[in-house]
């Protein structure tokens, strides 16, 4: 058995101990809150277990990138378990390997073998092979090509300006049908599927994630919720133009006192002639300003009714092309927002927003009065996507800070020769690559998951979230470091992979409540 099937069935049967020992302390996971610090630990596990289970699935050559990426996730399984072990009723025996997996582990996370990785990886510049059909092979290469071609020689500019993505991005990208991927043909889609929409993602993030990478996210999310339960008239209507480009949407969901508990949300909607009225605040309205229309969740019944009483609206608006927007109807309903100010993921501009009897018409209530209350639900079949959409952006960032450290290490020359020719430094190299490899292992599995039923797939698409942002900060801050002092200066574009990396374990989900929420209570509740 090759060593990577043999830690995958050591993690695996690990991580089954652990998590039927947390059914029982949880009561089947009823009682997740009173132990949340092992709820989120065994989540981990659970995740990273499924995520060497993908790495022993990839073709013979990517077995010793795959080796190495599955036995260092293996190796500190028992450590991430070790504190809470007692609470679980385990003790630090039974967290122990075989003899057999415990050599392949031993193997793969041996110096000269990572340091093989990094070696790889100077001499192809950062580029990590990756087998795909012609189809999809035919998708990254295009997009890769327009991406380095259109997005790359502007993305250090819009960055270090904070200034707004070009118009000429969403035209360009709209022609070659990027905003409508995962769209059914008869509503004016491509549905080349969601394999071939995380490779476009993960394209243009590694050009850049907020000038690029983040734009057909938000259409998707739309898209979503509107084909899992939007009326065949509305399906018609905003479909093709969501797919066409002609229409840019934004999101709506937090509010300034309201974020991962989105059942708390507070901001209304009130019946008023031929629609209803939209009054409250929201935050982190990524692209309000220039979108066309906000998909926003607002309280229809009462707070007691927590996620029962929301709704999903289609909120039409002017478009803004600044850091602030305003704006008023002719019966009074205004709107109004301002950008924050972020440190990274510049380009998009997240807004504070205020809504004051905002007109939004009955047509643009999604599902039509069968919609009313069901919101909450559309919305998270939409935010599925959304998460699934941020672990290709993380793997694209990823990819950006290997291929600028590998590029860097091989031309920086310190001591009388190329630091690239240091062994620690491939070592790291070779860590860099081979966590890139699991972030796409489980990020590629969870789109093919998706394309067969979605609902089933969200939990894998939140552990693709969870597991491919954390891998995009620990690489991004790796790659910062073999950059030396040359990595903090803003010249050198590791420092906008160090700074955008930063906001992926907090958008779609931050990673506390996924563990908690989303995953642990996938796995726990029976």
Excluded at 130 to 159: T, Y
Aim: aromatic letters at 6%.
């Amino acid at each position: 058995m090759p060593d990577c099937d043999v830690i995958s069935t050591a993690a695996s049967a690990l991580a089954d101990r652990v998590m039927e020992a947390a059914r029982v302390l949880t009561r089947n996971g009823e009682a997740i809150d009173d132990h949340q610090v092992v709820v989120d630990r065994v989540a981990y596990v659970a995740t990273e277990a499924r995520v060497i289970a993908e790495l022993a699935r990839l073709p013979g050559e990517l077995a010793a990138v795959a080796t190495v990426a599955a036995a260092e996730l293996a190796a500190a399984l028992p450590h991430r378990l070790a504190p809470i072990a007692p609470a679980l009723g385990l003790g630090l025996e039974d967290l122990r390997y075989d003899d057999a997996a415990a050599t392949a582990i031993a193997t793969g996370i041996a110096p000269e073998a990572v340091e093989a990785i990094g070696i790889a990886m100077i001499a192809s510049a950062g580029r990590q092979p990756w087998p795909l059909d012609e189809m999809l092979g035919e998708v990254r290469s295009n997009v890769r090509a327009f991406a380095e071609r259109e997005i790359m020689p502007h993305a250090e500019h819009i960055h270090h300006h904070d200034e707004l993505v070009p118009e000429r991005f969403i035209t360009e990208m709209a022609k070659l049908g990027y905003f409508g991927l995962s769209v059914p043909e008869k509503y004016g889609g491509h549905e080349l599927g969601n394999l071939a929409m995380i490779l476009t993602t993960e394209e243009l993030s590694r050009a850049s994630l907020a000038a690029a990478g983040s734009l057909i996210t938000r259409p998707e999310i739309l898209a979503k919720a509107l084909l899992a339960g939007g009326t065949e008239e509305q399906k018609q209507t905003w479909l093709p133009r969501l797919a066409s480009g002609e229409i840019m949407a934004a999101i709506s969901v937090t509010e300034p006192n309201t974020g991962s508990d989105v059942a708390s949300v507070s901001c209304r909607a009130e019946r008023a002639p031929g629609g209803w009225t939209i009054t409250g605040a929201k935050a982190w309205c990524t692209f309000a300003g220039r979108a066309d229309v906000i998909a926003l969740l607002a309280r229809t019944g009462e707070p007691s009714e927590g996620a029962r009483g929301l709704t999903l609206f289609i909120v039409d608006k002017p478009r803004f092309l600044g850091h602030e927007l305003e704006a008023s109807q002719p019966g009074g309903g205004t709107l109004s927002g301002k950008a924050d100010r972020t440190p990274g993921y510049r380009g998009m501009h997240s807004f504070t927003l205020a809504f004051d009897r905002w007109l939004v018409p009955d047509a643009q209530v999604v599902g039509g009065e069968a919609g009313l209350g069901r919101g909450f639900a559309l919305q998270m079949a939409g935010f599925a996507a959304g998460r699934l959409q941020t672990g290709g952006r993380a793997c694209g960032v990823t990819q950006a800070a290997v291929e600028h450290t590998a590029k860097y290490v091989a031309e920086r020359k310190q001591f009388g020769r190329p630091i690239g020719d240091f062994g620690l430094t491939r070592y790291h190299l070779g860590r860099m690559a081979s966590r890139l490899a699991a972030a796409r292992a489980i990020t590629y599995a969870a789109a093919a998951a998706m394309d067969g039923d979605e609902r089933a797939a969200a939990p894998l698409a939140a552990m693709a979230k969870l597991f491919a942002c954390d891998v995009a900060v620990e690489v991004t801050q790796l790659g910062q470091l073999l950059h030396g002092g040359w990595g903090y200066a803003e010249e050198y574009p590791i420092s906008r992979c160090v700074t955008d990396a930063q906001v992926l374990p907090i958008f779609e989900g931050v990673k506390p409540i996924l563990a908690l929420k989303v995953i642990g209570r996938s796995i726990l509740t029976r």
